[in-house]
Every structure is written in structure tokens, then in C-alpha cells.
């Protein structure tokens, strides 16, 4: 049992490896072509890829078609709307900026919006880290616009990270309401193609700018990447380490992301923070950790009463994965 928790637990860190890896990826994507191309490049061929995965696990149960249709709609905020942001904001701000932003506020955003609205208790030590995360954000645009480099546009980009983080947590809270009654690959098959196409019709006419014949095999090999790694084979090891350690587990492992996307970023682009901006990365960090820490058990408790031998969880929704579980699954798996 030991050695099965020590491997899920390596299988985990490796999904934070790829998916701090799609920060500096995207980066040197978006110098290549237009942002709305990369962007359908990378969800398009992960779309393509999640969709063999689910021909050959052939789900015994089709999942009923309001579910599909919510699956359909979360796709179109959380795939099309989240990254049409962030391949723009990549385009002026440096990866290892997104690296850090999007995994530290949004949490605090979604915890924020669960605490306003009823949904989950406001303890003290969660109020605290959630304050702490917004403090450190504050840090972190001062720090940039005043020594980080870049000018406007660097904190233009950084802006648009944020928004992009705010567009995730809304998909985070309308997957919860949207997706039920589905396995959770066949959810995020679903959401990732509506997503995907709402992407294809954005970067089709820009198509007519790309130089496809410049472009050298290490941009298509990028490209396979983007596809693969941080989009499909990362989900894939995300839901075998929730199944094996629990979606708090995994989902507190998504603090190590910032750490990965800003090692490849100055490995692979040169690129660096100042001393004051990671100084308040360090603290934007540590009071989103402290916030999703303290969360744990603050989930207010269902109206309806659980019938004998049978948990409100799984009554009715037409699928052996629990709610909790599920939404880990689907909400953080494409985040990155």
C-alpha cells in the first residue's frame, strides 16, 4: 500500500512537471504564430487525442444530453475563454508571470466566490490567506510595474492573467451546476471539443498570416507537446492520482506548478524574476495554500438529508464518480 501511495504520488508531481512545462510551451508558441492559432493548436489536438481515449474506453453508459449540453457550455468559458486570455496575455507578458498568477489567485477567487456566496464557511484562517493571496498579487503587479521589465506591455499581460484566472474560477463553479451525470474523461472530452471549435473559429481567418512553410520541426514538435503532455496524458495522471490519494491531495500538489513553469522558463527562455517579484509570488502562494488548506471540511452541508444506506452524493446522477471528486477532476485538469 505504501509503495502504491509513493508511485501515485510520483505520478502526480510528473502532471505538475507538464503542466508547469505549458507556460514556457505556449510562450514559444505564440512567438511562432498568432495566439489564437497556438491556442487551437493545443486544445484541437488534445480535443483529438481525448477523443481516441474515450473510443477506445468505449464508457459503458451515454450520458444523458443535459449533461452533455452543460459539458458543451463549460467548455466554451473554461477551454475557449480561459486560453483565448492567456495565449493573448503570453504574447506580451513572460510565461513564468502566468506560471505564477493563474495557480496562486485562483483558488482565492473561486474561495472568495464559494465564501460570498453562502456556499462554504468563512473561517478566520482562510479569510487570512485569502487576504494574504490578494496582498500578494498587489505585490506582485507593483513589483512588476516598478523594476520587472517589460513596460506596459508586460503588465498589460499580467492583467489579462488575472481576468483569465476570474473566467477559470466561473468555469470551476458552473462545472459544479453544468457537468453531473457523466464520467469525468467523457466531461472533459465534451468540454474540451465545444471549446475547441469556439477556438477554431477564432484562429481560422488568422490562418492567412501564418507562414506554414517557416515553420521548423521544433515548432511542430512544441506543438505535440502542448497536445499531449499538459493537455491529455497530464489529465490522465491527474485522475489517476485523485482515485489513488484524493482530489484534496492532488489539488494541493497544484502549488508545485509555479515552481516547474518558472524553472523551464529560464531554462528554455531565458526568462527570470526580480527579488521583489518573487518575493510576492512566495506570498501570493502562501496564502492561496493556507486558503485551500483551511477549506478543507468548510463545505456548508446539504439541505436534503441522505436516505439510509445511500449517499446524497451519488443518488442520481447516473455515475459512480462522486460530485467532489468530478469537479477536481474536471476543473483543474485543463487549467494549466
Not at 492520482?241 to 515552481?259: C, E, N, Y
Request: proline content about 5%; glycine content about 14%.
Amino acid at each position: 500500500m505504501k509503495t502504491k501511495a509513493f508511485g501515485a504520488y510520483g505520478w502526480l508531481l510528473f502532471t505538475m512537471v507538464l503542466w508547469g512545462s505549458a507556460f514556457p510551451s505556449s510562450k514559444y508558441a505564440v512567438e511562432h504564430v498568432p495566439h489564437e492559432v497556438a491556442a487551437l493548436f493545443r486544445f484541437g489536438g488534445g480535443a483529438i487525442v481525448l477523443l481516441l481515449i474515450t473510443f477506445f474506453r468505449r464508457p459503458q453508459q451515454t450520458p444523458p444530453l443535459k449533461a452533455v449540453l452543460g459539458a458543451c457550455v463549460a467548455g466554451i468559458v473554461g477551454v475557449f475563454g480561459y486560453n483565448a486570455l492567456f495565449f493573448w496575455g503570453v504574447t506580451m507578458a513572460p510565461a513564468s508571470d502566468g506560471g505564477v498568477i493563474f495557480p496562486a489567485l485562483t483558488p482565492v477567487i473561486t474561495s472568495l466566490a464559494l465564501i460570498l456566496g453562502g456556499r462554504e464557511s468563512a473561517r478566520p484562517v482562510r479569510i487570512i490567506g485569502l487576504a494574504v493571496g490578494v496582498g500578494g498579487a498587489a505585490l506582485f503587479f507593483v513589483a512588476t510595474t516598478a523594476h520587472g521589465g517589460g513596460g506596459s506591455d508586460r503588465l498589460m499581460g499580467d492583467t489579462i492573467f488575472l481576468v483569465g484566472a476570474a473566467v477559470w474560477s466561473v468555469y470551476t463553479l458552473l462545472n459544479r451546476k453544468l457537468v453531473v451525470g457523466m464520467d469525468p474523461v467523457q466531461a472533459v472530452m465534451y468540454s474540451t471539443v465545444a471549446g475547441s471549435l469556439a477556438l477554431a473559429v477564432m484562429a481560422v481567418p488568422k490562418f492567412g498570416s501564418v507562414q506554414w512553410g517557416d515553420l521548423s520541426g521544433g515548432f511542430w514538435v512544441n506543438a505535440v507537446h502542448l497536445a499531449i503532455g499538459p493537455t491529455a496524458i497530464a489529465y490522465l495522471l491527474y485522475v489517476r492520482g485523485i482515485r489513488d490519494l484524493g482530489a484534496s491531495t492532488a489539488s494541493v500538489m497544484m502549488f508545485a506548478v509555479p515552481l516547474f513553469s518558472t524553472l523551464f522558463s529560464f531554462i528554455f527562455l531565458g526568462e527570470s524574476f526580480t527579488w521583489a517579484q518573487g518575493g510576492a509570488a512566495l506570498i501570493m502562494l502562501g496564502g492561496a495554500f493556507l486558503a485551500v488548506v483551511s477549506a478543507r471540511g468548510a463545505a456548508k452541508p446539504a439541505a436534503r438529508k441522505e436516505s439510509d444506506g445511500e449517499p446524497a452524493v451519488a443518488r442520481g446522477q447516473g455515475s459512480t464518480v462522486a460530485p467532489q471528486v468530478r469537479d477536481a477532476v474536471v476543473t483543474e485538469a485543463e487549467g494549466s
